[in-house]
């Protein structure tokens, strides 16, 4: 069983910065590939930043984040982050952590909400 809790959403007005965080605990100790994933209102979840920790630490960002959002971890917290930074109104939706695939865990936290508005 795997638990996720994620945090550190809120209202912010665009160009604005929040820092979200994630809680995993249970059986992550093979999970190598950590992700962040967005659900705006009536679309489908989309993963919009990826890390892996292995021998290497690498990152990815679809186009529509890049340079905006940054994703970290802390391992020995067991703690997943990600820093948003020029936030748009579409970015606007709810924010959750998972492995990647999301499959490994077979379970999603509650996520944060994220609200992008002047």
């Known amino acids: 069983q795997v638990q996720l809790v994620e945090s550190g959403g809120g209202l912010v007005q665009p160009g604005g910065s929040l820092r979200l965080s994630c809680a995993a605990s249970?059986?992550?100790?093979?999970?190598?590939?950590w992700g962040w994933y967005r659900q705006a209102p009536g679309k489908q979840r989309e993963l919009v930043a990826r890390?892996?920790?292995?021998?290497?630490?690498?990152?990815f960002y679809p186009d529509s984040v890049k340079g905006r959002f940054t994703i970290s971890r802390d391992h020995a917290k067991n703690t997943l982050y990600l820093q948003m930074d020029s936030l748009k109104p579409e970015d606007t939706a709810v924010y959750y952590c998972?492995?990647?695939?999301?499959?490994?865990?077979?379970?999603w936290g509650q996520g944060t909400q994220v609200t992008v508005s002047s």
């Open positions: 998972n492995a990647v695939p999301s499959s490994m865990t077979s379970t």
């Open positions: 249970g059986n992550i100790r093979n999970i190598y590939t």
């Open positions: 890390i892996t920790s292995f021998s290497i630490t690498t990152t």
